[in-house]
């Protein structure tokens, strides 16, 4: 038994060591991060603290489409239904993924503080039908969520991820034969579905001295000709282009658009660049994700979706914004209405300004 695990260790080390990722026993993107000093980085920590504007939580509920088992199991195939933040479920050969599920009320490691959510999922963790896959990008607090892993580990059938994210997965409980952890450009079927794990520019650690001991990953999924591109959390980058080239067209991209900022360029991106990426994945129909559940920035929280929405009109994109729980067709999504709008806010008149978009 020793044995077998001291070779499992040297295994999965020695993959570790190879992936072009890595060096320093930490994992880098290929392009460097830019130093910004610590000095900088503490200004960023007090000011999201203390200095925090008006908006960036909404005053009045978000309408969320309760589900139900039923309504799943009459779903067709290629079903996506976003049930917060970076958390979608998809239904694909009758069978169910989820990715990035957090159904914490907060994304935090403590449950009585941090970013708290503006709504409940649109259905209990405990209600949802066997999860055949859950497919995670990295190991951040807002996309990885112990309890819900927790709860997940005894009901679904496959955890994809990068590289190091699922010794945290098996640390929890999660059986190790279920975990699969993929380095760039690795991908694994199931079921006749192929993932693959694809570039991202980001970071990953859970506490001030994890930093980059695991890696972050866009996700490729495909379903014969149908072709879904998962960004997880990314800046932009030539890597897009890249991807495009190799795994693309895709029929739809489901793209971080929100919790940026001007100061973070390098780690996430602002909606024009977005859009952007979106064009380099040779997407057609755009769906923007990482918004509209927690307060994780200093922009008001509708920013991300009317700043996107008055983008796509200009490029003259294709673009889905369905509320939380609502049902959008993989292969011929609907563009939604921009319930967003609907929401209270406090009286500005330059964000009246900009809900006067069209």
Do not use: C
Not at 237 to 262: N, V, W
Not at 294 to 322: C, G, K
Request: no cysteine; aromatic share 10%; glycine share 6%.
């Amino acid at each position: 038994m020793l044995l077998r695990i001291v070779k499992s260790f040297r295994s999965k080390t020695d993959k570790y060591e190879a992936s072009p990722q890595r060096r320093d026993s930490r994992f880098h993107n290929p392009v460097p991060r830019p130093s910004g000093g610590m000095g900088k980085t503490l200004r960023i920590i007090w000011n999201a603290l203390f200095n925090k504007p008006a908006g960036t939580q909404p005053k009045s509920p978000l309408p969320v489409r309760p589900l139900t088992r039923a309504q799943l199991e009459a779903a067709p195939d290629r079903s996506l239904y976003r049930l917060g933040h970076s958390t979608m479920l998809m239904k694909l050969r009758g069978a169910y993924w989820l990715t990035d599920p957090v159904f914490a009320e907060r994304a935090s490691p403590f449950q009585w503080m941090g970013p708290k959510r503006f709504h409940q999922p649109p259905m209990a963790l405990h209600e949802l039908p066997p999860i055949r896959g859950v497919i995670l990008s990295h190991d951040h607090y807002d996309h990885l969520d112990r309890s819900s892993i927790e709860q997940l580990a005894a009901t679904t059938d496959v955890f994809l991820t990068p590289l190091g994210v699922g010794d945290r997965l098996i640390e929890w409980g999660v059986d190790a034969a279920k975990v699969h952890q993929l380095d760039w450009w690795e991908s694994v079927e199931i079921d006749g579905l192929r993932m693959t794990a694809a570039p991202a520019q980001h970071f990953s650690g859970r506490t001030p001295f994890d930093g980059n001991t695991t890696l972050w990953a866009s996700w490729a999924i495909f379903d014969d000709e149908l072709r879904v591109f998962f960004s997880g959390d990314t800046g932009y980058f030539d890597g897009f282009k890249t991807i495009g080239e190799r795994l693309g067209p895709f029929d739809i991209t489901l793209m971080e658009t929100g919790a940026y900022d001007a100061q973070w360029p390098y780690v996430h991106m602002q909606p024009e660049q977005t859009v952007q990426a979106h064009s380099d994945l040779r997407g057609r129909w755009l769906m923007p994700v990482h918004n509209g559940t927690f307060d994780l920035a200093m922009h008001r929280w509708q920013e991300p979706f009317e700043r996107v929405a008055s983008l796509a009109i200009e490029r003259d994109i294709p673009l889905a914004t369905p509320r939380m729980g609502e049902r959008v067709d993989l292969a011929a999504p609907h563009t939604g209405d921009r319930w967003w709008r609907k929401i209270e806010v406090a009286s500005d008149s330059h964000w009246e300004s900009a809900l006067s978009l069209k």
